[in-house]
């Protein structure tokens, strides 16, 4: 199985920071690679799929990025509600694999 | 709109089945497919696994084989978890999800098993 090491694990962020979160994988997954935010008692919300292609609705503060086994989920100008747990997903080879997930809170 | 909604919380005892199930409205069933992820308290995500809505055949992660079955009522475009021979670490939330990308997702389903 393809393993994703997300980093950090967590981490504090004040307002207006920009924040950046990395997924690599243990191989190329050829930007088959997708962001989710999660706040407690709530299902994931989908914000990026295909790497870098933003889900209508999603705010354009954030952004994704990367080739290869590297990729990066960057949020320009945090806000309250971004507090939560972001993960990442490969879904180029069976089966996908799910990140550990960034805990993000507001300093 | 698309959405997923799932059926409420259960509690049940070890060696117990339940069905957990998805409904899906807002486009046509059949044109994606159906994943499966656990969350268990306190830990990340896990995929268990797919459902083709258009043929029926499902894909189980590794560890999800055996007890833990997929299905479908095309008809009420809806897909179900079934997990059999319940054990206490079964215990987690259950979402469903739309296609490859799980772009949509259900509210979730959350199991508690114990004795």
């Known amino acids: 199985d393809i393993k994703m090491t997300q980093s950090p694990s967590s981490m504090y962020a004040s307002l207006g920071e920009r924040v950046t979160i990395t997924c690599k994988a243990s191989?190329?997954?050829?930007?088959?690679l997708s962001w989710f935010q999660q706040k407690p008692g709530k299902s994931p919300k989908t914000l990026i799929y295909?790497?870098?292609r933003l889900v209508d609705g999603v705010p354009s503060r954030f952004s994704g990025s990367g080739s290869g086994q590297d990729y990066s989920l960057t949020i320009s100008s945090l806000e309250y509600e971004d507090m939560g747990i972001y993960y990442c997903?490969?879904?180029?080879?069976?089966?996908?694999?799910f990140g550990g997930g960034t805990k993000l809170e507001i300093k | 709109q698309i959405q997923l909604v799932q059926s409420g919380p259960e509690l049940k005892k070890p060696g117990e089945t339940v069905r957990i199930s998805c409904k899906a409205s807002?486009?046509?069933?059949?044109?994606?497919?159906m994943q499966w992820v656990q969350k268990m308290p306190g830990k990340g995500l896990k995929w268990i696994g797919w459902?083709?809505?258009?043929?029926?055949?499902?894909k189980y992660a590794e560890d999800f084989k055996g007890r833990f079955a997929f299905s479908l009522e095309t008809s009420a475009s809806t897909a179900y978890l079934q997990i059999s021979n319940l054990k206490n670490e079964d215990t987690a939330t259950y979402f469903c999800?739309?296609?490859?990308?799980?772009?949509?997702w259900g509210q979730g389903t959350t199991l508690t098993v114990s004795s």
């Open positions: 999800a739309r296609s490859e990308e799980l772009d949509y």
């Open positions: 807002g486009y046509t069933f059949t044109t994606a497919g």
């Open positions: 459902i083709n809505t258009h043929s029926g055949v499902p």
């Open positions: 191989q190329d997954i050829n930007s088959y």
């Open positions: 295909r790497a870098n």
């Open positions: 997903l490969q879904y180029d080879e069976f089966p996908p694999t």
